[in-house]
């Protein structure tokens, strides 16, 4: 059983920079790792996922080349740097584990096993 525990959410103006955590009490070193999102009033969606090596990163459109998706295996950790953010990047932030040692990178919520229960980035205009 793995149980995954996020943390670095906070109210951050337009163009500022986060890194979100995720610790894990259970060995993750073979689960691929992501991060997704929930606006108010939306749908949960797909920010970005890294796979068990650290090799493959996968990225939503939206996010792609402000957010960076990391992983510390010794630690147990996964990371989410996020810069230069918008107001449409406030959402409540979870992370999620998977699809152990798969060779692709999956962005479907349904190949995750394990969910954290999130934390709340919020960009002021």
């Known amino acids: 059983q793995v149980q995954l525990v996020e943390s670095g959410g906070e109210l951050v103006q337009v163009g500022g920079s986060l890194r979100l955590s995720c610790v894990a009490s259970?060995?993750?070193?073979?689960?691929?790792l992501g991060w997704w999102r929930r606006a108010a009033g939306k749908e949960r969606e797909f920010v970005a996922a890294?796979?068990?090596?650290?090799?493959?990163?996968n990225y939503a459109d939206s996010v792609k080349g402000r957010f960076t998706i990391s992983r510390d295996n010794a630690k147990n950790t996964v990371y989410l740097q996020m810069n230069s953010l918008k107001p449409e990047d406030t959402a409540v932030y979870y992370c999620?584990?998977?699809?152990?040692?798969?060779?692709?990178?999956?962005?479907?919520?349904?190949?995750?096993?394990?969910w954290g229960q999130g934390t709340q980035v919020t960009v002021s205009s």
């Open positions: 890294i796979n068990w090596r650290g090799s493959i990163r």
């Open positions: 999620a584990a998977g699809s152990p040692r798969r060779t692709v990178v999956p962005r479907r919520g349904t190949e995750y096993d394990y």
């Open positions: 259970g060995r993750i070193s073979e689960y691929t």
